[in-house]
């Protein structure tokens, strides 16, 4: 540019002006311009529109530059649009002192300063909006950056200079590789921090390690977001498909079972499948007579259960409690989850779920499924009940509460093929009464069925559980004595002669007294013989000593001198 008019005896030299890589000008002590160099130009916007003054944007910027002789930041609008300035003013020694205006180009300095600021600012904003919270530690393994919304309830301030291992949940498996001091790049690795109140949080964790141009590990970097609240919602969310999808096997299950007992075990099995546990039993509530108490009997079990007794004194409160309902008992060792079914507003039994110690605890979520389970299962108990009462009713003679001939006949084909298969001994007795007509005759049948059910008692009363007792017809009676010799068959039937004794005073008349008779055929596995056979030697001697005199008992030979 063309050099301006010197001000009178102020020295300077035009071609250091020149040299100069950044805009100067030489400014007199009234502020007038006196040289500039090609940088200080009207183009940048440092001189006004005739080029012969500084600038307005610069003469308002000047006081600052040159009496409080301090660097300003100037705004000017040049020909490529608005730049920024820092102008710095040195003064100049000479017969007409003046200064040496310096101006700094910091627009790209200060537009990349503001665009970082902003992006960071930015960065910030999305970090807070996403709950995630950034973070940076030492090669000590302390926090030396935390975003301002801290971590698990703790204040920025609080874990500054932290160790991230102090703040681990005692009660939680530590992580194999603790992210905060990782030496490789970890992804969404989960950790359980103890929150600043107390309670357990899990934060999903991800970070890179830190190393130095030598390969030394110097920290580590990472974010990480409270997703306790996630896996809750995804635990539910299981926990609701997993209750669904066992419900619908159970309903299935009742659909396609028409044996209540088998609808029973089969929602045994899928309970202890669906929710993990060791064992399941379903306790049916049975009244006893005479003294109409509730018992509580196991129908159905799965799975491996603990003894009987352990459950027996909390299966006895649930069922003295008035308004029973879902609870979790300990015992011996065992979590049983308990829940009472209720039918028509009475309880008529109680599912029961086993787990061991070394199994997880139950939750509100089982809880919440095996009460409903419980309601389901209740009308199935009811229809068992009811299958069971006719059932029973099907295979009783209702005078005596003895099998009926129909069952008889079933038991004994079973138990005699089991006792085929053991090679065991056996004994059949054929009971029939002496003289019973003549009591129906002269006393009427009221009397009759007394004595009958008088007989019922003897035989019922000196057996075993494990013996079959029937009537068989009108005043004949069958006993099938299992796991006996012919000795022990001839003890029994001696104790029912002793006891029929008493019969005695159901007679039509002194002549024609209410006795019994005996036919007892023993039974040697290893013989082969048949049922019908059996029965047909024990009816044989049955009718021997009825025409051999009566009140006794006859012992049928062997199959073999038939």
């Not at 050099?3 to 020295?11: A, F, I, K, W």
């Not at 204040?155 to 030496?183: C, E, V």
């Not at 003895?402 to 004994?412: I, P, T």
């Not at 007792?469 to 069958?478: K, P, T």
Request: glycine share 8%; hydrophobic share 45%.
């Amino acid at each position: 540019m063309t050099p301006l008019p010197l001000v009178d005896r102020l020295e300077f030299d035009q071609g250091s002006l020149e040299a100069c890589p950044e805009p100067a000008a030489v400014v007199a002590l009234d502020g007038r311009l006196v040289a500039a160099n090609r940088l200080f130009s009207r183009d940048a916007g440092l001189l006004d529109a005739d080029g012969t003054g500084l600038a307005a944007a610069v003469l308002a910027c000047l006081d600052a530059v040159l009496l409080q002789r301090q660097r300003t930041r100037c705004a000017v609008q040049g020909k490529d649009g608005d730049s920024l300035f820092d102008l710095t003013a040195l003064p100049l020694a000479g017969r007409a002192p003046g200064w040496l205006l310096l101006a700094n180009d910091v627009t790209v300095d200060v537009s990349l300063r503001d665009a970082l600021v902003e992006s960071r600012a930015r960065y910030m904003d999305i970090v807070a909006l996403s709950g995630e919270s950034a973070w940076e530690t030492a090669e000590d393994g302390t926090f030396t950056i935390i975003t301002p919304a801290g971590m698990a309830g703790y204040a920025p301030r609080q874990l500054i200079g932290k160790d991230p291992a102090s703040l681990l949940d005692p009660a939680r498996a530590p992580p194999t590789i603790l992210p905060f001091s990782t030496p490789l790049a970890l992804k969404a690795a989960h950790l359980w921090i103890r929150h600043a109140d107390g309670h357990s949080v899990c934060f999903e964790v991800s970070a890179v390690p830190l190393y130095d141009e030598g390969g030394v590990w110097r920290g580590a970097r990472g974010i990480c977001r409270d997703v306790t609240e996630e896996r809750q919602n995804r635990s539910f969310l299981a926990e609701m498909r997993n209750s669904e999808r066992l419900l619908a096997r159970i309903t299935e299950v009742f659909r396609k079972k028409s044996n209540p007992d088998e609808m029973l075990l089969a929602a045994a099995e899928a309970s202890v499948q669906g929710l993990e546990a060791g064992g399941c039993q379903i306790l049916v509530a049975t009244w006893s007579e005479p003294a109409g108490e509730l018992d509580l009997v196991s129908v159905v079990s799965a799975g491996a259960c603990g003894e009987p007794t352990i459950a027996e004194p909390l299966l006895a409160a649930m069922a003295r409690d008035p308004n029973p309902s879902v609870r979790v008992e300990a015992a011996q060792g065992w979590s049983l989850l308990m829940a009472p079914t209720i039918y028509g507003g009475q309880l008529i039994g109680i599912l029961v779920l086993w787990r061991s110690a070394s199994q997880p605890v139950w939750t509100k979520q089982d809880m919440q499924l095996v009460g409903t389970l419980a309601g389901q299962l209740a009308a199935a108990i009811d229809q068992r009940t009811n299958y069971h009462r006719l059932l029973v009713a099907s295979r009783t003679d209702l005078l005596t509460g003895l099998y009926n001939r129909r069952a008889f006949d079933e038991e004994l084909s079973r138990r005699f093929q089991r006792l085929n298969r053991g090679a065991r001994m056996a004994a059949l007795l054929f009971v029939d009464l002496d003289n019973f007509k003549v009591v129906n005759d002269l006393r009427g049948h009221a009397v009759g069925d007394e004595a009958l059910r008088h007989v019922a008692d003897i035989l019922r009363g000196n057996t075993r559980g494990s013996d079959l007792v029937a009537r068989i017809g009108g005043d004949e009676f069958a006993v099938w004595l299992e796991d006996v010799s012919e000795q022990d068959a001839v003890k029994r039937a001696r104790i029912f002669l002793s006891a029929a004794a008493g019969l005695a005073n159901y007679s039509g008349n002194a002549g024609k007294p209410l006795q019994m008779s005996i036919g007892i055929a023993p039974h040697d596995a290893e013989g082969n013989e048949t049922i019908t056979a059996l029965m047909k030697r024990a009816d044989a001697a049955m009718y021997q000593i009825k025409r051999s005199g009566k009140a006794s008992f006859a012992v049928a030979p062997p199959p073999e001198v038939i």
